[in-house]
């Protein structure tokens, strides 16, 4: 029998919140440690699942600038987790479709801030795409979200 190559796996609590909700930071040894995200997740429990969410209001008002979207977009992710009695604690995977990706990194001081805003010091496994359009015009930033609520 041989010994596996490559790195071993660490399961690190994210946070103190983040044990007691069941999901839990994957976290390979010797990797140096995400800034903003993780590099992986695991949970147990129930499976919530968002659309695309774009940066419009209840009235369907789409909030001006890239900055503002993330924000509204946010809160709206936030609005849907609680309708399944989730919290951003149970969140495990955010996926940004952005249409400039330097207007992503322009603002990334910004947006940190309004995330931990939000959101706290939660921070799942992410990917940032970048895309052609997205499907209402003045959209400039969708996310979509993954989260587990422990049974």
């Known amino acids: 029998m041989s010994t596996p190559k490559g790195p071993t796996l660490a399961v690190v609590p994210a946070a103190k919140a983040d044990a007691s909700a069941g999901v839990r930071t994957l976290q390979p040894s ?13 949970a147990d429990g129930r499976i919530v699942v968002t659309g695309g969410v774009i940066g419009w209001d209840s009235n369907e008002r789409l909030a001006e600038g890239f900055v503002a ?34 207007e992503y990194q322009a603002n990334l001081r910004e947006l940190g801030q309004i995330y931990r805003e939000i959101f706290g010091t939660h921070y799942p496994a ?26």
């Open 69 to 102: 979207q993330v924000r509204q977009i946010l809160v709206n992710i936030a609005a849907i987790l609680a309708e399944a009695e989730a919290r951003p604690e149970h969140l495990i995977r955010l996926t940004w479709y952005v249409v400039d990706i330097e």
């Open 126 to 151: 992410m990917a940032l795409v970048q895309v052609v359009r997205l499907v209402e015009l003045a959209a400039r930033v969708e996310i979509e979200a993954t989260a587990v609520v422990p049974r």
């Open 30 to 42: 010797g990797w140096p440690m995400p800034k903003g995200y993780a590099n992986g997740m695991m």
